[in-house]
């Protein structure tokens, strides 16, 4: 009896572990449908970044109120790795009834921009080859495992929901449906807030319902298309909000967005024909660089006006003139003086005339420090800056007193005349 | 059959007369309250809903599921076992012509019927409040899965009691049992958020297997793994459990 009650204690016991072990191998081996939708992102960004030489990318979105359309947005982006050229084609539909629709075309040579409501050919010739940036690959970043793992937490049981189907040809489609019980109480509270925040924001004109009491993420959907090869064809997002405006009238606001992938490796871009068109051309500097372009036309002489505020008005008392007697990319010489008109004199102080030389800090794009001597033997510090954007300089070293109304300014234009 | 059944009235009627009981089901009323609270002030504060009529319910439960039932789970489990170790009463209950499975099964059987007794509790007064405090948003489908996902809940609650009247066995005070326990829990809850795709193996995660049962599409696979890995530790934790109980000389 001792015997079998033994056996019968041992015999459940394994029972109960060799079920859990099963069932748990089981449980880890097998994939749910949101796994496969992360495999599939993830392959699609590598391939995009990586293996495709051209591929169109199309999204789509549209606003709904009670199915009357508030706005909508269509974007097609054709993309050519190897050439490094990018097409795209936008037309919207905003809030306030207005559309738009412009088109843009780069390449490594060239960006060229139109739209619907000036027909103007914008043509952007670079100055060097530009490098583009392709399409870079978000899960190869460092943070990106970091990054899953918080998704993976917040997202935690709602991934059941998540359901896959394969079909005869091999492809997929995932489906995943969240309706108002289903969505957790807390995370539906903070997103129906956020979004009732986001709506009635500032579109006082808009033709936006205000929704201002009950409202609640009534339901989200999404559908995602896989083709044999595992790469995302397309996904469909649908979001509905339920809300009362003031008068106290239901509206249930619906976002749609639609993002498909299409033409892999069979998309061409092509640049646009600009023969018989009004055509507006510009040569762009390249801003780009740690060293300022074309460093010889800041030789020569730059200036400003020394003002004083005297009874009530500003009155020219002088002028602040830099003369650059040298400059490469490595360094720049020059000297700074200050002229009087006659009857001003008393203002000059002892940084008026003063002469310096600079080396630029490395990769600090036209920044420089100096020493400088005046005209007595003194010696102090200062910086000057290059501003590219601006054709001006920026000087600081010399005293800046503000005695007697004087006016203290740094910037210095050219003097052309 | 009816010396067990004696054993369970006996059981129950000792776990009736404590003031934990009381104290477990007060606290839960008390979430009830404070929960209707919050949302009818989210929904005045805020413009927001907050929940509709079903989705208060659901709301409660995923607040008392993770928090107050297993804390009260644990502490009647421990005051049966621990409790009556120490005040020797065991021995008393051992004396009777009831063989020791009994008394075991018996005493399980009692925390069980605690558990389900407060998840109807908590439903039908969840429900109340929903019905006339939130706006109705209630369909037989949704109102049907409430009422299953608070039925459901009672299996892995089960499961967490017999893990803690296996380690009231093991351990002899019932005060280090509690705080094993509570550290278990702690330590599985961080662990399943750490490396989530072996979550289907805590216990804890599944304490919301329930959501399992809102899925749209019903995911009947998934359903029956975690209630093989359930049913898993629960005969493991009984055997085991009831091994040390037998053993026992008081």
Do not use: C
């Amino acid at each position: 009896m001792k015997l079998k009650k033994k056996t019968a204690l041992l015999a459940s016991f394994t029972m109960g572990a060799l079920l859990l072990a099963t069932t748990a191998l089981a449980d880890i081996a097998s994939k749910s449908g949101y796994e496969e939708l992360k495999d599939a992102i993830k392959l699609t960004a590598e391939r995009g970044s990586e293996a495709f030489d051209s591929f169109t990318l199309d999204f789509s979105m549209a606003m709904k109120d009670n199915g009357k359309t508030l706005m909508s947005g269509n974007e097609t982006k054709k993309f050519d790795r190897k050439t490094g050229a990018t097409e795209s084609l936008s037309s919207n539909v905003n809030l306030n009834g207005y559309t738009n629709s412009s088109q843009t075309y780069s390449d490594t040579k060239t960006m060229i921009r139109v739209s619907e409501s000036d027909p103007t050919y914008y043509v952007t010739e670079f100055s060097k080859e530009r490098e583009i940036e392709s399409f870079n690959n978000p899960f190869k970043e460092e943070e990106a495992a970091d990054v899953e793992k918080i998704i993976d937490a917040i997202v935690g049981s709602l991934k059941d929901h998540v359901v896959i189907t394969e079909k005869d040809d091999g492809s997929k489609e995932i489906n995943g449906s969240l309706t108002e019980v289903q969505i957790p109480a807390l995370v539906n509270a903070v997103a129906s807030f956020q979004l009732k925040q986001e709506f009635n924001g500032n579109h006082n004109q808009s033709n936006m319902p205000k929704l201002v009491k009950d409202v609640f993420v009534k339901q989200v959907t999404g559908t995602a298309k896989v083709n044999k090869d595992g790469v995302l064809e397309s996904i469909l997002g649908i979001a509905v909000l339920s809300g009362k405006d003031e008068q106290g009238a239901i509206h249930e606001i619906s976002v749609d967005a639609l993002i498909t992938v299409t033409d892999i490796n069979s998309t061409t871009v092509t640049k646009p024909d600009l023969t018989g068109k009004k055509v507006v051309r510009h040569l762009e500097r390249d801003y780009s660089g740690s060293e300022i372009s074309n460093p010889e036309k800041y030789l020569g002489k730059f200036k400003n006006d020394i003002l004083i505020e005297k009874d009530g008005k500003f009155v020219k008392i002088g002028e602040r003139i830099i003369d650059i007697t040298h400059i490469d990319t490595i360094k720049v010489t020059g000297q700074y003086h200050e002229e009087f008109k006659p009857g001003f004199e008393e203002y000059a102080t002892n940084t008026s005339e003063l002469s310096f030389s600079a080396e630029f800090i490395k990769d600090q794009r036209g920044n420089a420090n100096f020493e400088y001597t005046t005209k007595s033997g003194v010696k102090g510090q200062g910086n000057i800056y290059f501003d590219d954007y601006q054709g001006k300089i920026n000087f600081n070293g010399m005293n800046t007193s503000y005695e007697g109304g004087l006016m203290f300014d740094s910037t210095f234009s050219p003097d052309l005349d | 059959m009816v010396v067990f059944q004696a054993a369970l009235l006996n059981e129950l009627e000792k776990l009736y007369k404590k003031k934990k009981v009381l104290v477990g089901i007060l606290l839960s009323l008390a979430v009830i309250v404070i929960g209707q609270l919050v949302i009818v002030g989210v929904r005045s504060g805020f413009g927001l809903r907050g929940t509709g009529s079903v989705e208060f319910p659901m709301l409660v439960l995923s607040v008392v599921v993770n928090t107050i039932l297993p804390l009260f789970t644990a502490l009647v489990t421990i005051d049966s076992f621990s409790g009556e170790f120490t005040q020797n009463s065991m021995r008393i209950t051992l004396t009777r012509p009831v063989s020791r499975f009994k008394v075991y099964t018996a005493k399980i059987m009692a925390i069980v019927l605690f558990i389900l007794g407060a998840l109807l509790l908590l439903l039908v007064f969840s429900l109340l409040a929903g019905f006339i405090f939130n706006t109705n948003s209630a369909t037989l489908d949704s109102l049907g899965r409430t009422v299953f996902s608070y039925l459901v809940s009672l299996f892995p609650m089960t499961v967490l009691a017999l893990a803690i009247a296996l380690l009231a066995n093991i351990l002899r005070s019932g005060i280090a049992v509690f705080f094993v326990s509570i550290l278990t829990f702690l330590g599985l809850t961080v662990l399943s958020v750490l490396f989530s795709q072996y979550s289907g193996l805590f216990l804890t995660t599944h304490l919301d297997w329930y959501n399992l049962f809102l899925v749209n599409s019903f995911p009947l696979l998934k359903i029956l793994r975690q209630f093989l890995i359930m049913l898993g530790y629960g005969i493991m934790f009984f055997t085991a459990g009831f091994y040390i109980f037998d053993k026992k000389e008081f």
